[in-house]
């Protein structure tokens, strides 16, 4: 599926260290959207090949930047391409592509420019308790920081117009490039929407993923981002 004939959507999955994931990923993903840009994250590991292997179109950082430039990189690549729509995906098995369908069925009949993963309104089985309040948390901040009143602030996965993500100026290389693009959709009042989605906490990608204690480099990201503005 690529939404409808002549209308083109890309997935973009930022990578890094996920070659005994990567293939599994791109795979499944590639039976439903033909168009998958995978950006490996300067990793230290075979994801490029694993991704390659699996059928993606590769892109690869020479060092690690971070998940927000890794984004920036496959955005940008599939815009260059043609992209109508864009949907920024996980490496790591915690997305799933019926989700994917969902929200841009949604775009689609809402017109909207994004809509936002929402495992609030979805589900989350594996979640530990400080995730969990983690996350309640970064709710509130972005509820002050940018009005915007959303479930579920740090969810990766996303559908995007290609307007939107022609709009979207990403300087977070990191993980605050979240609540950067959270002001953006408040500060060009773009139009979105949250869909529930699941998101999965395996054995796997709680050892991959975030540490808790990352919010407060997220929070530091942020506050130098305002300060350099
Ligand atoms: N951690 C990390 N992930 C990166 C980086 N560059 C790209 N990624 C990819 O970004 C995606 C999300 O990373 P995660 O660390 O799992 O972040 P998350 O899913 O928001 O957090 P969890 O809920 O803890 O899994 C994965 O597909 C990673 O492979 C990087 O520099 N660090
Ligand atoms: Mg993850």
């Given at each position: 599926?690529?939404?409808?004939?002549?209308?083109?959507?890309?997935?973009?999955?930022?990578?890094?260290?996920?070659?005994?994931?990567?293939?599994?990923?791109?795979?499944?993903?590639?039976?439903?959207?033909?168009?998958?840009?995978?950006?490996?994250?300067?990793?230290?590991?075979?994801?490029?090949?694993?991704?390659?292997?699996?059928g993606?179109?590769?892109?690869?950082?020479?060092?690690?930047?971070?998940?927000?430039?890794?984004?920036?990189?496959?955005?940008?690549?599939?815009?260059?391409?043609?992209?109508?729509?864009?949907?920024?995906?996980?490496?790591?098995?915690?997305?799933?592509?019926?989700?994917?369908?969902?929200?841009?069925?949604?775009?689609?009949?809402?017109?909207?420019?994004?809509?936002?993963?929402?495992?609030?309104?979805?589900?989350?089985?594996?979640?530990?308790?400080?995730?969990?309040?983690?996350?309640?948390?970064?709710?509130?901040f972005?509820?002050?920081?940018?009005?915007?009143?959303?479930?579920?602030?740090?969810?990766?996965?996303?559908?995007?117009?290609?307007?939107?993500?022609?709009?979207?100026?990403?300087?977070?290389?990191?993980?605050?490039?979240?609540?950067?693009?959270?002001?953006?959709?408040?500060?060009?009042?773009?139009?979105?929407?949250?869909?529930?989605?699941?998101?999965?906490?395996?054995?796997?990608?709680?050892?991959?993923?975030?540490?808790?204690s990352?919010?407060?480099?997220?929070?530091?990201?942020?506050?130098?981002?305002?300060?350099?503005?």
């Amino acid at each position: 599926m690529s939404t409808t004939p002549d209308r083109t959507c890309w997935i973009v999955i930022p990578a890094y260290n996920e070659g005994s994931m990567i293939r599994t990923v791109v795979q499944s993903v590639l039976q439903t959207f033909p168009h998958v840009v995978v950006v490996d994250d300067g990793s230290t590991d075979d994801t490029a090949q694993q991704a390659a292997a699996a059928g993606a179109t590769v892109l690869q950082h020479l060092i690690n930047l971070g998940q927000g430039a890794a984004l920036q990189t496959g955005l940008r690549y599939a815009l260059q391409h043609g992209a109508d729509y864009l949907v920024t995906f996980d490496a790591d098995g915690q997305h799933r592509c019926e989700d994917v369908e969902k929200m841009l069925a949604v775009l689609c009949e809402q017109q909207l420019d994004v809509v936002l993963g929402s495992r609030f309104l979805g589900e989350a089985p594996g979640m530990s308790w400080s995730r969990w309040l983690l996350l309640r948390l970064a709710v509130v901040f972005t509820r002050l920081t940018t009005g915007l009143s959303l479930t579920d602030v740090h969810n990766g996965l996303r559908v995007f117009s290609r307007d939107a993500a022609r709009r979207l100026r990403l300087r977070q290389n990191r993980m605050a490039h979240g609540s950067e693009i959270l002001e953006q959709i408040a500060r060009y009042q773009m139009k979105y929407a949250e869909v529930g989605n699941t998101i999965e906490y395996t054995d796997y990608s709680r050892l991959k993923g975030q540490k808790t204690s990352n919010a407060i480099r997220i929070l530091i990201d942020l506050f130098i981002g305002k300060l350099t503005r």
